[in-house]
């Protein structure tokens, strides 16, 4: 739906207010239910209370937010069967897409619920952070995530596209040496701070391979998609590769 109001760096800045709305919703999550639990809720009901979020949540996607894709605009494509590895065009196609689409993924890889499972097995095991210390943290990573969203359009708007996209990945390395050169909890603040101005690391990337895939006759709504599950596979593989290794 962004794709369809955005394009160029205005897209990218739009990645970045939606990151900011997924903060906040981390933050408010998080720290809700550990109050919740606190006070002898059981996980049962926990889930049953975020099944009404999601009800809410519906109802309110379905009566008050527009379409953004008018009937005219839309594919005359036909619908056919669901192929959910035809995103792998997206890495045989053009150069100068397929370019864009291979940093997109490097820079999945990183993202929190890839190394989610990961930070709560190491700041556990190896830097010995007890539940309520990881607890702050995970509520400390969705402030980052909230206030990372609002960066990007300085940081887009002050380096570029390109500019940004360096600055992002370069951040998220310093933040993962911090992780690893030393296994106590003020490093594991200090790489989270680190964090702070890459959650919105994929913003500009990929706004600018949605373009390309438009210039190349590709509907939005359909490149959305087809990254999309290409997303969903580093979900996959990103916790197995991150498991073994360590």
Not at 106 to 127: A, R, T
């Amino acid at each position: 739906s962004l794709s369809d109001l955005f394009s160029g760096q205005k897209l990218g800045k739009a990645f970045g207010n939606l990151g900011s709305a997924a903060g906040i919703g981390a933050l408010c999550g998080s720290f809700i239910s550990g109050r919740l639990l606190t006070r002898n809720w059981s996980p049962e009901n926990l889930y049953l209370l975020s099944a009404m979020f999601g009800l809410v949540q519906f109802v309110t996607n379905y009566f008050c937010v527009a379409e953004t894709l008018a009937i005219e605009n839309r594919s005359q494509k036909s619908i056919d069967i669901p192929n959910p590895f035809s995103c792998i065009s997206l890495l045989t196609g053009p150069s100068n897409l397929r370019k864009m689409v291979i940093v997109a993924v490097m820079q999945c890889m990183p993202e929190g619920k890839n190394i989610s499972d990961m930070l709560q097995i190491y700041s556990s095991e190896n830097v010995g952070m007890v539940p309520v210390e990881r607890a702050n943290f995970v509520t400390a990573f969705g402030m980052c995530m909230m206030f990372g969203g609002p960066l990007v359009k300085r940081t887009i708007g002050m380096f570029g596209n390109r500019g940004h996209t360096t600055f992002s990945n370069a951040m998220t390395i310093a933040s993962f040496i911090m992780y690893g050169i030393g296994q106590n909890y003020y490093n594991m603040w200090l790489g989270l701070l680190l964090l702070l101005p890459t959650m919105e690391r994929r913003a500009a990337t990929s706004a600018m391979a949605t373009d390309l895939a438009v210039a190349g006759g590709m509907g939005r709504g359909e490149y959305s998609a087809k990254f999309g599950n290409i997303r969903a596979l580093t979900v996959i593989i990103a916790p197995l590769f991150y498991g073994n290794i360590y």
